[in-house]
């Protein structure tokens, strides 16, 4: 699919008689979004944190918070043990799954999981996953694809528990996208918006969890970031 993008725009630059991308036009158009005011918003908490937990868990969202990068596995055994479902079905295999990459490194094994650093291959019961950012006014995930951040992970397996540092999360919806200019220039490949569990109500306007998508998604907030790389795997 990026390559035929690629072919697209190529020949759309051709047509227009240009040479990849052109520093000048982008600057324009970040001047032409900066010229313009932005729409009215709510005010704000001054907690961010707060107000996103708020509107994560009315989104259906599970969320709980750590102090540190170390604490995930146990935080997330513990929250796996808590899991209200029909006897028979907190198992083994509901304490196994896939991670991205970011997260190999912890210690899994430790509390008690069997978690591997691969894409989900569509059979896997828990999905581990870190998040571009988070939007506090809506308790929204953001998930930008790439080759170490596979986005299946995020919608295939039954729960999807996905790793937020405290410092990533922003206000707005406008945040989040001006981040992403910011950060990576060129727009991903897909970008995947996240408020809560895969629902539906298309049935006697009934809704019901899990339709299309993880039938959980459960939030840990890190309230630490890493200061290095070496910080992270400790």
Not at 5 to 26: E, F, I, M, N, T
Not at 79 to 92: E, M, N, R, S
Not at 192 to 219: C, K, M, W, Y
Request: aromatic share 4%; hydrophobic share 45%; net charge negative.
């Amino acid at each position: 699919m990026t390559s035929s993008r690629d072919r697209v725009l190529g020949r759309v630059r051709q047509a227009l008689g240009k040479g990849g991308a052109d520093p000048a036009a982008l600057a324009e158009a970040q001047a032409y979004i900066d010229a313009h005011a932005r729409g009215p918003t709510p005010a704000f908490d001054a907690d961010r944190v707060l107000r996103f937990l708020r509107r994560a868990g009315d989104m259906e969202s599970t969320v709980a918070r750590v102090g540190h990068r170390r604490e995930i596995p146990a935080a997330l055994a513990t929250y796996l043990d808590a899991l209200d479902l029909a006897p028979g079905l907190v198992t083994q295999k509901s304490h196994r799954g896939v991670c991205w990459p970011e997260f190999a490194d912890l210690d899994w094994a430790r509390s008690g999981l069997s978690v591997e650093a691969r894409p989900t291959v569509g059979d896997d019961r828990l999905g581990i996953t870190g998040v571009f950012c988070a939007i506090a006014e809506t308790g929204t995930l953001v998930v930008v694809s790439g080759a170490d951040t596979p986005s299946a992970t995020t919608l295939l397996p039954d729960t999807h528990v996905a790793i937020v540092s405290a410092n990533r999360i922003v206000d707005t919806m406008e945040d989040a996208f001006a981040l992403i200019r910011k950060e990576r220039g060129s727009v991903p490949r897909a970008i995947n918006l996240i408020s809560g569990p895969s629902r539906t109500g298309d049935i006697e306007q009934t809704i019901v969890l899990g339709a299309h998508g993880p039938f959980r998604v459960h939030i840990l907030v890190v309230d630490a970031a890493p200061a290095s790389a070496s910080e992270a795997s400790t």
